[in-house]
């Protein structure tokens, strides 16, 4: 598992806008197709916490929140990138007074691929 902040990356200033690149990543392997999946979490749910047996997923968080990768419990911020590997558990919660919402990229988009995590 990986974490890249979004404030720590450097803005570059463009005629007429501002581009940040959050994270340049490597994949593990080679994909043929990815999946975008547009999640919102309503105030206060929490998913299961679940793995993925061969896909690597990414996420991109729109707002602040907390996430878990195993036994290890993260807060991440709006524009944060997180890239969870195969077989690492994890799950997502929103704030008890606000919904989030975040972008889950499927690296590559494989179906059935999810079961649930003993740990989280």
Do not use: C
Request: hydrophobic share 40%.
């Amino acid at each position: 598992m990986e974490i890249y902040r979004a404030n720590e990356a450097e803005p570059k200033k463009r005629v007429g806008y501002t581009a940040t690149y959050v994270a340049d990543i490597t994949l593990k392997q080679e994909i043929d197709n990815i999946a975008f999946i547009v999640v919102h979490l309503d105030a206060g749910a929490r998913t299961e916490p679940h793995v993925h047996r061969s896909l690597q997923e990414a996420f991109v968080f729109l707002d602040a929140t907390e996430m878990g990768v195993d036994e290890n419990k993260f807060s991440v911020g709006a524009g944060d990138v997180v890239l969870v590997d195969p077989g690492e558990a994890h799950w997502f919660s929103a704030p008890a007074d606000r919904g989030i919402s975040f972008l889950a990229i499927k690296l590559p988009n494989i179906p059935d691929d999810k079961v649930k995590a003993s740990t989280g």
